[in-house]
């Protein structure tokens, strides 16, 4: 007879992916490397244009996404994840070495400053994943 409980079903993982957005191979290495090491699953896109394009036909669960960037800045490319309505509720999270902040970033949702650390990326994705499906 089956348990009520369930305690044969086995929770199902959800795996949450990330799309990384960096024109720098070394920092989007790095970064995925940080990401993967907590679950996540990792798409990489190497420019703003690149980075609507997938964000549109994989919603992803988080975007990370550099600032400084050839032809679309990190910013521009929040604003125009923002400005279509099936990817407006994508949290943005912008990096940078540039001195500049938050409050510059907007409508990013949050900015990390380069170097960061695996608990720094770790804790801020996780307040911008709570309480999201």
Avoid: W
């Amino acid at each position: 007879s089956q348990d009520a409980t369930g305690s044969f079903q086995r929770p199902v993982k959800v795996v949450r992916h990330v799309l990384v957005v960096d024109d720098e191979p070394a920092n989007a290495a790095l970064t995925g490397a940080m990401l993967r090491a907590q679950g996540f699953g990792i798409e990489n896109a190497h420019s703003g244009t690149d980075a609507i394009r997938r964000a549109n036909r994989q919603k992803p669960d988080l975007i990370v996404t550099d600032y400084e960037m050839p032809g679309m800045s990190g910013r521009e490319v929040a604003e125009r994840l923002r400005a279509n309505a099936d990817t407006a509720e994508i949290p943005i999270l912008i990096c940078t070495y540039a001195d500049v902040t938050a409050d510059d970033l907007r409508p990013a949702d949050a900015l990390l400053r380069r170097p960061f650390s695996q608990e720094d990326l770790t804790s801020t994705v996780a307040r911008l994943l709570q309480g999201r499906n």
